[in-house]
C-alpha cells in the first residue's frame, strides 16, 4: 500500500511540475507578447505624434502660404486701384484742358479731325461752343477734302449735345468727332502708355 502510495505522489509530482513548467512558459510567453505589444502601441504612437506633427506643419505651412499669397494679391489688387485712380486723374484733368484752350487751338484741332474723318459730303453740326470756329476753318477743310477728291463738307445749326468739337452726319451714318470722343479714343490707344509715364522707376 505504501509502494502505491509512493507512486501516485510521484506521478501527482510529475503532472504538478509539468503544470508548473507550462504555466511557467505560458507566462514567460505572455510577458514576451505584452512586451512586443507594447513595443508595437510604442512605435504606433511615435509614428502618430510624427504624423500629427507633420500634418500640423503641413497646414500651418499652408495657412502661412494662403496669407502671402492672399497679401501679395490684396497688394496688387490695391496698387491696381491706385493707379487706375491715376490714370483717370489724368485723363480727366486732359479733358479739362482740352475744353479750356483757346479758340484759335481748337480751331486747329478742329481743322485736323474734320480732314482726317470727313469721307466727303457730309453735314457738320458743330458744339455751340465751336460753332464758330468750324465755320472759320472750313473753307480750308473743303480745299483740303478737293484734293483728295472728296465732296465739300456743309455746317448745320449747332444742336450737337456736346460740349466741343462736332458730329459728323452722313446719309447712313453719324461720327462723333466731339473732344470727349476724341480723348476716349486716345485713350484706348495710349492707356499703357500713360501707365508708364506715370508709374515708371
Do not use: W
Request: overall charge negative; some cysteine; glycine content about 4%.
Amino acid at each position: 500500500m505504501a509502494n502505491n502510495n509512493s507512486g501516485a505522489d510521484a506521478l501527482i509530482g510529475r503532472i504538478l511540475a509539468d503544470a508548473q513548467a507550462k504555466a511557467d512558459a505560458a507566462l514567460a510567453d505572455a510577458d514576451k507578447e505584452a512586451e512586443r505589444i507594447a513595443l508595437i502601441a510604442k512605435d504606433e504612437c511615435f509614428r502618430t505624434e510624427n504624423e500629427t506633427e507633420l500634418r500640423t506643419k503641413r497646414l500651418n505651412d499652408a495657412a502661412q502660404e494662403k496669407s502671402r499669397t492672399n497679401a501679395a494679391l490684396d497688394s496688387r489688387k490695391y496698387a491696381l486701384k491706385v493707379k487706375r485712380a491715376l490714370i483717370d486723374e489724368a485723363f480727366a484733368l486732359a479733358a479739362e484742358r482740352m475744353e479750356q484752350k483757346s479758340d484759335a487751338e481748337r480751331s486747329a484741332l478742329i481743322k485736323a479731325l474734320l480732314i482726317r474723318e470727313a469721307e466727303g459730303g457730309e453735314t457738320i453740326i458743330p458744339a455751340a461752343r465751336d460753332e464758330a470756329n468750324v465755320k472759320s476753318v472750313l473753307a480750308e477743310v473743303n480745299a483740303a477734302l478737293a484734293q483728295s477728291n472728296r465732296a465739300p463738307l456743309t455746317i448745320a445749326p449747332a444742336d450737337a449735345d456736346i460740349t466741343g468739337g462736332f458730329i459728323l452726319k452722313a446719309a447712313g451714318y453719324e461720327k462723333n468727332c466731339s473732344f470727349a470722343a476724341v480723348l476716349r479714343e486716345v485713350r484706348a490707344a495710349e492707356e499703357s502708355a500713360v501707365a508708364g509715364i506715370l508709374f515708371e522707376r
